[in-house]
């Protein structure tokens, strides 16, 4: 069964803390694809890598293809930083279509 | 910057109305998606577009629900009739193209509620 699973569900950090969100997947992937969705709804694209370790600013999203778990982290983290961060992954293998499948989310409230 | 356009943003109707959503992607984007994402959990597809074909559609509830994208580039979402549980964020996403690695680039998303 293709299964995206992450944690912690809800986090509570205080401004300036390093911040870690974890990603599990059961199976091969061909991609994983970190977003953020704001309350408003909308969902942007932070990341997405199929190996290793990207960073853009504040966020390293890092992959361990034969662990199948991927992490998010947040250096120096901010109010604004506030938002349901997401995994989905594309799995490898017949069957599987080309759709991503998306994790429940993780809900992360930066305190000033 | 291009960006997934997606009408209305809210919607409010009734149960057993009709109602329909209209999603315009990047331009150039051969793949776009519909998505469901009911408040607490992660987006769930369904349906997927090739141009003008349909790739997969099998989470979607045909009964009542229905998508075209007829000339391979804005697509509509219906619903008819609409029920209670319809109530959820309805997203639209494209790509480039269907294989090989290609980001997802998501719209502002139309919240529907069934009264």
């Known amino acids: 069964k293709n299964e995206v699973e992450q944690s912690p569900q809800n986090l509570t950090a205080q401004e300036g803390e390093f911040i870690t969100i974890n990603c599990s997947y059961s199976?091969?992937?061909?991609?994983l694809h970190w977003l953020q969705q704001h309350p408003g709804g909308g969902i942007v694209s932070l990341f997405m890598?199929?190996?290793g370790k990207k960073k853009h600013g504040r966020l390293i999203a890092t992959i361990n293809i034969q662990e199948k778990h991927s992490s998010l982290h947040i250096t120096a983290s901010h109010p604004r930083d506030s938002a349901v961060y997401i995994c989905?992954?594309?799995?490898?293998?017949?069957?599987?279509?080309?759709?991503?499948?998306f994790g429940t989310g993780t809900s992360l409230t930066v305190i000033p | 910057e291009a960006e997934v356009a997606q009408s209305p943003r809210y919607k409010i109707t009734e149960k057993s109305q009709a109602v329909a959503f209209w999603c315009d992607p990047i331009?150039?984007?051969?793949?776009l998606y519909w998505y469901r994402q009911i408040l607490g959990q992660g987006p769930e597809l369904l349906v997927q577009?090739?141009?003008?074909?349909?790739?997969?559609d099998s989470q979607l509830p045909k009964d009542r629900f229905s998508a075209e994208r007829l000339k391979g580039v804005d697509s509509t979402l219906k619903i008819q009739p609409a029920e209670l549980g319809d109530s959820a964020m309805y997203l639209c996403?494209?790509?480039?193209?269907?294989?090989?690695?290609?980001?997802?680039?998501f719209g502002p998303g139309t919240r529907l509620t069934v009264l």
């Open positions: 890598l199929s190996s």
């Open positions: 199976v091969g992937i061909s991609a």
């Open positions: 331009s150039g984007h051969a793949t």
């Open positions: 996403a494209s790509s480039l193209a269907l294989i090989g690695y290609n980001e997802q680039f």
């Open positions: 577009f090739q141009d003008e074909s349909v790739v997969d």
């Open positions: 989905a992954v594309r799995f490898d293998g017949p069957n599987t279509g080309n759709q991503f499948y």
